[in-house]
C-alpha cells in the first residue's frame, strides 16, 4: 500500500515509515524494494527484534489509512511466503458436509409456550437450563462446572455461551454437544451482534506468546473461525464495538474518529474512519443503518448531535446545544424517536488555573427528542429545572418513556408521553412511594412499567397512562428483577453474594400474584431464554389483541387442564410416597411386636412396649398477600 516514489523521495518515504511503525518495537532493519529504475514498487520489509513486537505491528497498521489514495496492507512475512508458493493450478474445492441447523429455534417446539430460563448456583459450581411451567421449575439440562463464570443467552435465544479457561463456548438445540467453540486465552467479557451472526470476545490478558492480537477478537459463528482480531491499546470500554441492526457493521470510537468496519472484508468502511473532532459517543437506530453521534462543547463551538446514514455518511439531522456538561442517547424499539437527554449547567469553572478538570454549578435536565419518521425530523423540548436524570428507559414500541429525576441522593419516577401534534407531556405520579426510586423497566407489551421503591423495598406495577399503581411484589433482601420476553411473567432474584443468605427465584404474574418461590444456594445468576421478534405484523398483533376473547376460553382450558395435570401427578407422587412409609411402618410395627417377647426374655427388668407413637410435622409450603376489601 505504500506510494510509488521517485527514487529521490525513497530516503524521505522511509525516514517517514520508520517513524510509523518506531512506536510497535525496535527496528532492526528497513528496506524498501525498489523498481529496475529505483522508484518505489510500493512495498517494503520491515525486521523487528521480536515476534510479538512484530505481530503487534501488524494488528495496529493493516488497513490502517496512509493517505487519501493509499492504505497499508500489512502481513507476516511466513504469510508472504504462502502466498508466492501458492499453486497457479486450479485446485477445486472439497465438498464440506452439510450440517443440519434446523433445530437451533427447537425451544419454539414446546406446545404450552413454556418460557426457558438458565440458573447458576453453588457459586457457578452447577448450572442448568430450566422450563417454568406455572408453579414449578423443570429442568432441561443440568451440569457441574459447566462454566467458570456468567453466562449468556444471544440476543435471539438460539445460543447460550459459557466461559472456560481457554476461550468460550456457545451451546444450542439440547444443549449436548456443544455447537462450536473459540480459543481465546482468558475471556473476561463477551458479547453478541444482533442477528447473532458474530460474537465479539476481549481477554485482559491475551496470549501474546502466539499472537497479540487476541487482546479482542471479532468471531463468525457461522463459519466458526475468527473474522479480525484487534488490539486494545486503551483500557477497555465495554462494549468495545456497537453493531448496526442487521450485523452490516460494527463500529468503535477513537481518538476525533469513529471507525466503522464491514462484515464482509472485516476492514474499514471505505477504506477510513469518520473524523469527527470531540466525538464523546455514539449509537445505532435499532432498526436500520442511521447513526447519532455527540461532538463536546469546546470553547470556541457549541455540543453537536448529528444524525448520518451509512453506507452514505449523509448528514439527514444535526442540533446544535449551548452549556453542555453531558449527553445521553437513547433510542425507541421501532427507531421512531430518539431522545437526547442533556444535562446542562448555569456555571462551569475550572478545579485550578490552568485544569482541565471543570466543577459545575447550577445543573439541570433536557430531553430533545427528535421524531425520526416525521419530515424534516422536528425536535421537541422539555425541560427539568435543578433536576438530574439518572435512568431513562422507552415504552416498547410505544411513544411513552419513564426516567428516574431529582437529586444526587433521591431519584422519583417521572413519566412522559410524547403528543401527536408535537411536544411533550408530562403524567402525574401520585403516589409519595415513588418519590424515591431505583430501577425501572417496562412490560415488554408495554403499557406497565415496573419500578423499585428504595423506602419499603417493593417492586410496583405502575399504569403508564396515569401514573397509578395497579399492583405491587415484595420480595426481602431483593438484588435484582426481569421480565420474562413474554412480558407474563416477573422474576425477583436474591443472589450471592450480595446477600449471603436467602439466596432465590420468586416468579410472579404481570398482575402481581406470586405462583412460584424456588431457594438456591449460593444463587448467581438468573436469566430468561430471549425470543427473535415475531413475524406477525403490528396490524396482525392488534386484530389478535382485539379479538383476544375468542381464544382465551380455549388457552384457558388447557391451562386448566395442564395445571390438574400437574397436581394430579403431584398428588399421586405424594400417595406413593404415602403408600411407601405406611408399608415400612407395617413392616416394622409386625416385627415390633413378633420379637416382643425374646426382647423382654433377653431384658426382664426392662418395661417392654409394642406402643407405636406417631409424630406429626408441618412444613411451610408456600404463602400469599391478598389484598383485604371491606365488605
Not at 413519566?415 to 405520579?429: A, M, N, T, V
Not at 416477573?490 to 431457594?519: C, H, M
Amino acid at each position: 500500500g505504500l506510494p510509488e516514489a521517485p527514487k529521490e523521495k525513497i530516503a524521505r518515504l522511509e525516514a517517514f515509515i520508520r517513524k510509523l511503525f518506531n512506536p510497535f518495537g525496535s527496528i532492526v532493519s528497513l528496506r524498501m524494494v525498489t523498481s529496475l529504475n529505483g522508484s518505489c514498487s510500493g512495498l517494503a520489509f520491515i525486521k523487528y527484534a521480536s515476534k510479538q513486537e512484530a505481530m503487534f505491528a501488524i494488528a495496529h497498521m493493516d488497513g490502517k489509512e496512509l493517505d487519501k489514495s493509499h492504505n497499508f496492507s500489512v502481513i507476516s512475512f511466513e504469510k508472504f511466503r504462502e502466498i508466492n508458493k501458492m499453486n497457479d493450478e486450479y485446485v477445486p474445492l472439497q465438498a464440506v458436509e452439510y450440517e443440519d441447523m434446523s433445530g437451533l429455534k427447537s425451544f419454539f417446539l414446546n406446545k404450552h409456550c413454556f418460557n426457558q430460563c438458565v440458573i447458576s448456583h453453588d457459586d457457578y459450581d452447577l448450572t442448568g437450563v430450566y422450563e417454568h411451567a406455572f408453579n414449578q421449575v423443570n429442568t432441561i439440562m443440568e451440569r457441574k462446572q459447566w462454566t467458570r463464570g456468567p453466562v449468556s443467552w444471544s440476543p435471539q435465544g438460539t445460543y447460550l455461551a459459557t466461559l472456560f479457561d481457554k476461550g468460550i463456548a456457545l451451546w444450542a438445540q439440547d444443549f449436548n454437544p456443544k455447537h462450536s467453540r473459540f480459543s481465546h486465552q482468558s475471556v473476561t467479557m463477551y458479547e453478541f451482534s444482533p442477528q447473532e451472526r458474530f460474537i465479539v470476545t476481549y481477554s485482559r490478558q491475551p496470549d501474546i506468546t502466539s499472537n497479540p492480537r487476541k487482546n479482542i477478537a471479532v468471531w463468525s459463528i457461522e463459519d466458526k473461525s475468527m473474522g479480525r482480531p484487534f488490539i486494545d491499546t486503551e483500557k477497555c470500554k465495554w462494549p468495545y464495538f456497537k453493531w448496526s441492526p442487521n450485523d452490516e457493521y460494527f463500529a468503535t470510537i477513537g481518538d476525533d474518529r469513529i471507525s466503522i468496519y464491514e462484515t464482509k472484508t472485516f476492514y474499514l468502511l471505505d477504506k477510513n474512519s469518520i473524523k469527527v473532532p470531540a466525538v464523546q459517543d455514539f449509537q445505532w437506530s435499532p432498526v436500520s443503518n442511521v447513526m447519532a453521534y455527540y461532538v463536546a462543547e469546546t470553547a470556541n463551538s457549541p455540543a453537536r448531535i448529528v444524525l448520518i446514514e451509512l453506507p452514505s455518511r449523509l448528514e439527514i439531522c444535526s442540533k446544535n446545544l449551548f452549556n453542555v456538561h453531558k449527553i445521553d442517547l437513547y433510542w425507541q424499539s421501532n427507531g421512531d424517536y430518539l431522545c437526547v437527554l442533556v444535562e446542562r449547567y448555569q456555571k462551569k469553572k475550572a478545579e485550578q488555573e490552568g485544569s482541565d478538570k471543570f466543577k459545575y454549578s447550577g445543573l439541570h435536565t433536557n430531553f430533545e427528542v427528535f421524531r425520526i419518521r416525521d419530515k424534516q425530523i422536528p425536535v421537541d423540548n422539555f425541560e427539568l429545572p435543578k433536576m438530574q436524570v439518572k435512568l431513562l428507559a422507552w415504552e416498547p414500541r410505544g411513544t411513552r418513556f419513564a426516567c428516574t429525576y431529582g437529586d444526587t441522593t433521591k431519584q422519583a419516577l417521572g413519566l412522559f408521553s410524547l403528543i401527536p401534534e408535537g411536544g411533550i407531556r408530562q403524567i402525574s405520579i401520585p403516589s409519595k412511594i415513588l418519590d424515591s426510586v431505583s430501577e425501572i423497566t417496562w412490560n415488554p407489551r408495554g403499557n406497565y412499567v415496573t419500578v423499585l421503591s428504595q423506602m419499603d423495598r417493593c417492586i410496583y406495577f405502575i399504569d403508564g397512562k396515569d401514573g397509578s399503581i395497579v399492583h405491587y411484589a415484595q420480595h426481602p433482601s431483593l438484588c435484582d428483577f426481569k421480565w420474562d420476553p413474554t412480558g407474563r411473567f416477573l422474576a425477583t432474584i436474591v443472589t450471592y453474594p450480595q446477600e449471603k443468605s436467602d439466596n432465590a427465584v420468586w416468579i410472579w404474574t404481570q398482575f402481581g400474584k406470586n405462583l412460584l418461590r424456588q431457594p438456591f444456594t449460593k444463587l448467581r445468576q438468573f436469566s430468561w431464554r430471549p425470543q427473535p421478534k415475531s413475524l406477525l405484523s403490528d396490524e396482525q398483533v392488534k386484530e389478535i389483541e382485539r379479538n383476544i376473547g375468542k381464544y382465551r376460553s380455549t388457552f384457558d382450558l388447557e391451562d386448566n387442564n395442564l395445571l390438574n395435570k400437574n397436581k394430579k401427578e403431584l398428588i399421586e407422587k405424594r400417595n406413593a410416597q404415602k403408600n411407601h412409609f405406611q408399608r415400612a411402618t407395617k413392616r416394622l410395627t409386625d416385627l415390633l411386636k413378633k420379637e416382643s417377647a425374646k426382647r423382654a426374655e433377653l431384658r426382664p427388668t426392662d418395661k417392654v412396649s409394642n406402643e407405636v407413637i406417631e409424630e406429626i410435622i408441618f412444613k411451610f409450603v408456600s404463602s400469599s398477600n391478598e389484598p383485604w376489601k371491606k365488605e
